[in-house]
Structures are given as structure tokens and as C-alpha cells.
């Protein structure tokens, strides 16, 4: 089992940045594959970027790359995502999650664990 909480939404303006977190309890961090997708007013939920469990391989959407990088620290147990040059339509709740599996993964029926998501808005 494992539970993860994000941290660092807020509320900031066209082209700034900002970097969202994501704690995970447990021990087996290093052994889930790990993804941060996003989902916006009355919009599907859609995924953002992905990051392997062991070599650190990532994968972005198309929407988001260039701007945003994935990371995870093994030592602390933590996921990143610096944003930058966020546009309005970034604006979602960010939500973690964790896969088992090598492979980075775009699709999120393939993740078993969520976290409760942290708002990023971003105003014109």
C-alpha cells in the first residue's frame, strides 16, 4: 500500500513556475514507476509526464514538453514537477500517482495509487 500526498499548487500568472510535490509513505518508493496527470473544470483527466522506476526514463505529453520536467528523489521518497511558462490552460488539479512495472506509462488505468491532488491555477 502506498499514500501519496501532494503539495505546491497555488495561484500565479501567465509564463511564471512553480514546482508541485508528491510524498509517497513506505519503504518500496524506488520500485513504482511514478506519473503526474492532471485534470481541469469539466475535462477528462489527462496525463502530464511520467518517470521509470529505475533508470529514470521520462515521458511527456505533448502539450507539456519543453515546459515541464519530471523528477524523484529515492531518498526522500518524492515525486517533482517543475512547470515553467505556464499558460492559463494549465490551470487543473495535479494529481500523483504510482505504478508498478518498469516502464513509463501514459495512461492511467495502469496506475494503482492516487493522491488527492493540489490546485495550479493560472491566470491571464
Not at 496525463?47 to 533508470?55: D, H, L, P
Request: glycine residues 12%; aromatic residues 14%; positive net charge.
Amino acid at each position: 500500500q502506498v499514500q501519496l500526498v501532494e503539495s505546491g499548487g497555488g495561484l500565479l500568472h501567465t509564463g511564471g513556475s512553480l514546482r508541485v510535490s508528491c510524498v509517497a509513505s513506505g519503504r518500496t518508493f524506488s520500485s513504482y514507476t511514478m506519473g503526474w496527470f492532471r485534470q481541469a473544470p469539466g475535462k477528462e483527466r489527462e496525463f502530464v509526464a511520467s518517470i521509470s522506476r529505475k533508470y529514470g526514463n521520462t515521458y511527456y505529453a505533448d502539450s507539456v514538453k519543453g515546459r515541464f520536467t519530471i523528477s524523484r528523489d529515492n531518498a526522500k521518497n518524492t515525486v517533482y514537477l517543475q512547470m515553467n511558462s505556464l499558460k492559463p490552460e494549465d490551470t487543473a488539479v495535479y494529481y500523483c500517482a504510482a505504478r508498478w512495472g518498469t516502464d513509463v506509462s501514459g495512461e492511467g488505468y495502469e496506475y494503482y495509487y492516487w493522491g488527492q491532488g493540489t490546485q495550479v491555477t493560472v491566470s491571464s
